[in-house]
């Protein structure tokens, strides 16, 4: 399963994204995340990020592809991922295609978020993480009012607060979805790839919505290695098989002592002469005894008549 969460931020992509990846057990790439993480680590690229993450706006495109190019390369996402926050605009987009085709791996489906911006704001203002797993909270949530710590790991940390999500930020972050994330909407609707959810509403809810809409994606990427594994079975008609061709005993000893196994004792190499010398012996004292008689007949007619 390949699939592409896309909405306005705040929408909700990632508190779904971490319930997709327990119920479907692929990962979720959240590049929003990963960049954070290049921050904290206080990488190269994460210096470079840093300036347009803080002023709510994109990093190149050049930082974000090549982030995701090699995470498409890991092993974990064979079977299929969950992409959080990437493709933001028609030029990602076009990347990732072409990153796609190359492997003959294409998308499943991609799920647009639908809320309300009154909604995004107030979503934002109250969003806060867990700097142990990751797991996203809302304070206010009904499930979850005025959380402060996280309930979900054994460490049980204070739950932080993204430096972006503040409402001067959030201001610019919606401002650049409109411009340049939106279009990727008919993009995706042109390919028939795209899929609507009601994103308001609890959490729960919003996942069964979510679950319902990607069904027919799901069952389509299931099936998809079942037939490939068919498809298989059939253009290869299965080889006969040769048999085995007996081994063949590698020494004398060997052979004799395979066939006293099997009760027939080789003959001493004294009889086995006699027996290969006996049908030639024996036509020599044949033909002697028929020389002698004929030598006596010729003897007797020659012999002078009396009388
Ligand atoms: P997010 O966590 O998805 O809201 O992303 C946080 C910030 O990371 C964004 O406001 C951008 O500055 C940056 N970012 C995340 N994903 C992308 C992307 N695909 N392209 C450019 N910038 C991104």
């Given at each position: 399963?390949?699939?592409?969460?896309?909405?306005?931020?705040?929408?909700?992509?990632?508190?779904?994204?971490?319930?997709?990846?327990a119920?479907?057990g692929?990962?979720?790439?959240?590049t929003?995340d990963?960049?954070?993480?290049a921050v904290?680590?206080g990488?190269?690229?994460?210096l470079?990020?840093?300036?347009?993450?803080?002023?709510?706006?994109?990093?190149?495109?050049?930082?974000?592809?090549?982030?995701?190019?090699?995470?498409?390369?890991?092993?974990?996402?064979?079977?299929?991922?969950?992409l959080?926050g990437?493709?933001?605009?028609?030029?990602?987009?076009?990347?990732?295609?072409?990153?796609?085709?190359?492997?003959?791996?294409p998308?499943d489906a991609?799920?647009?978020?639908?809320?309300?911006?009154?909604?995004?704001t107030?979503?934002?203002?109250g969003?806060?993480?867990?700097?142990?797993?990751?797991?996203?909270?809302?304070?206010?949530?009904a499930?979850?009012?005025?959380?402060?710590?996280?309930?979900?790991c054994?460490?049980?940390?204070?739950?932080?607060?993204?430096?972006?999500?503040?409402?001067?930020?959030?201001?610019?972050?919606?401002?650049?979805?409109?411009?340049?994330?939106?279009?990727?909407?008919?993009?995706?609707?042109?390919?028939?790839?795209?899929?609507?959810?009601d994103?308001?509403?609890?959490?729960?809810?919003?996942t069964?919505?979510?679950?319902?809409?990607?069904?027919p994606?799901?069952?389509?990427?299931?099936?998809?290695?079942?037939?490939?594994?068919?498809?298989?079975t059939?253009?290869?008609?299965?080889?006969?098989?040769?048999?085995?061709?007996?081994?063949k005993?590698?020494?004398?000893?060997?052979?004799?002592a395979?066939?006293?196994?099997?009760?027939?004792?080789?003959?001493?190499?004294k009889?086995?002469?006699?027996?290969?010398?006996?049908?030639?012996r024996?036509?020599?004292?044949?033909?002697?005894?028929?020389?002698?008689r004929?030598?006596?007949?010729?003897?007797?007619?020659?012999s002078?008549?009396?009388g």
């Amino acid at each position: 399963m390949r699939i592409v969460l896309l909405g306005a931020p705040g929408s909700g992509k990632g508190t779904q994204a971490q319930r997709l990846v327990a119920r479907f057990g692929v990962p979720q790439i959240s590049t929003g995340d990963l960049l954070r993480s290049a921050v904290a680590r206080g990488t190269p690229l994460g210096l470079k990020a840093t300036a347009a993450m803080d002023a709510g706006a994109l990093v190149s495109d050049e930082i974000v592809i090549a982030i995701i190019r090699e995470r498409l390369g890991q092993m974990d996402v064979a079977g299929g991922y969950i992409l959080d926050g990437f493709p933001r605009n028609l030029a990602q987009a076009r990347s990732l295609a072409s990153m796609l085709a190359a492997i003959g791996q294409p998308l499943d489906a991609v799920v647009l978020f639908n809320v309300d911006y009154g909604e995004i704001t107030r979503r934002i203002s109250g969003r806060r993480t867990c700097p142990n797993c990751g797991t996203i909270y809302n304070v206010h949530d009904a499930a979850t009012p005025g959380i402060t710590h996280c309930t979900s790991c054994a460490a049980g940390p204070a739950l932080t607060q993204r430096p972006d999500d503040n409402e001067q930020t959030v201001t610019r972050r919606l401002a650049v979805y409109d411009e340049q994330t939106r279009p990727l909407i008919e993009h995706y609707r042109a390919q028939g790839l795209l899929r609507s959810v009601d994103a308001e509403g609890p959490v729960d809810e919003v996942t069964a919505r979510l679950i319902a809409v990607l069904a027919p994606a799901t069952a389509a990427s299931r099936s998809a290695p079942m037939r490939k594994a068919k498809a298989k079975t059939k253009a290869k008609p299965k080889a006969k098989r040769k048999p085995k061709p007996k081994p063949k005993p590698k020494t004398k000893a060997k052979a004799k002592a395979k066939a006293k196994a099997r009760g027939k004792a080789r003959p001493k190499a004294k009889q086995r002469a006699k027996a290969r010398l006996a049908p030639a012996r024996k036509a020599t004292r044949t033909s002697v005894r028929k020389t002698a008689r004929k030598k006596a007949r010729k003897g007797s007619r020659k012999s002078p008549r009396r009388g």
